[in-house]
């Protein structure tokens, strides 16, 4: 059973809050990242409650890419001020007239006219408390950060069930390999035998002690059981990180399986055996498939 709670990087939340003056609709977004980094996207009128939000996300994500969109509508008058762009509005005056002159255009230029016309006429939210603001946002934002810190967590529970499973299926495979391992010298030695047998007529004390010679530098050459007990001893701490692991894992689990390829690699280079051989690329394909899972944890 899993006791601790690995959280997957990536994850969506979504959270609403009202001060009775503006609705505020915030999502939040996560992707893999090495690092945290936060990115707020909202009104600029609102920018000053910027570092409020990223604080508040920072606090649940310690690790990947989060995409904060806040969304804020106005429910009352009191929240609105609508003024006149005036630069904007002596532009298009000046411009209609020169058109109406140069090319002799009929009509009038009236206010319902200028008023029509982009940027003439601006809406601007009335922040009288910016602090009151910033906190009615952030609560918005923490709502959405709760929603995306259980998307998390369950996408969390399934990577840790599928690299435990992982780990478990290495480790049978290294134990296969254990007991395979022993076998292989030996039978290089009865296949040694068998090839000088044929070249010379029975077996000499010299050619036997040659045989044992050649047999035990063989053996040195592929033993391997420094690199399965590595190994195996990975696996198990890949099990612990997981179920007993404080806080973000993911650069640990990183390292640690580096130094599965590593032992992996020096078995496969070490062997001298068809089965191991075999066995150490299956081996490999399941490390390959516990790194790609990896990088999806915080």
Avoid: C
């Avoid at 762009?85 to 009038?108: C, D, H």
């Avoid at 923490?142 to 967590?153: F, V, Y």
């Avoid at 806080?247 to 590593?262: A, H």
């Amino acid at each position: 059973m899993v006791k601790k709670m690995i959280k997957s990087m990536t994850g969506f939340g979504r959270g609403e809050y009202s001060d009775g003056k503006r609705n505020i609709t915030a999502e939040i977004k996560t992707v893999n990242h090495r690092y945290a980094d936060v990115s707020v996207k909202m009104p600029k009128r609102y920018s000053f409650a910027e570092e409020n939000v990223k604080a508040s996300v920072k606090r649940i994500v310690k690790r990947g890419k989060a995409e904060v969109a806040v969304m804020i509508e106005s429910i009352t008058e009191e929240d609105v001020t609508v003024s006149v762009n005036m630069p904007v509005a002596e532009q298009y005056i000046e411009n209609l007239r020169e058109l109406k002159e140069r090319y002799g255009l009929e009509g009038e230029i009236d206010i319902r006219l200028i008023a029509s016309l982009p940027d003439v006429m601006r809406a601007i939210p009335d922040v009288s408390d910016e602090e009151e603001v910033a906190d009615a946002i952030v609560r918005a934002v923490s709502l959405a950060a709760e929603n995306l810190e259980k998307m998390r967590k369950t996408e969390g529970e399934k990577l840790s069930e599928d690299l435990l499973m992982r780990g478990r299926l290495v480790r049978d495979i290294v134990g296969r390999i254990e007991k395979r391992a022993p076998l292989v010298a030996e039978e290089y030695t009865e296949r040694l035998r068998g090839r000088i047998t044929e070249i010379i007529e029975g077996m000499t004390d010299a050619a036997e002690e040659r045989i044992l010679m050649e047999a035990a530098v063989f053996a040195d050459k592929s033993n391997i059981t420094e690199e399965l007990v590595r190994l195996d001893s990975h696996m198990a701490q890949l099990e612990k990180i997981i179920t007993e692991g404080e806080g973000p894992v993911g650069k640990k689990l990183d390292f640690l399986v580096q130094e599965m390829n590593r032992e992996a690699n020096t078995i496969g280079s070490k062997s001298n055996d068809m089965e191991i051989t075999s066995l150490m690329l299956e081996t490999k394909s399941e490390i390959e498939k516990i790194r790609e899972q990896v990088q999806n944890i915080e």
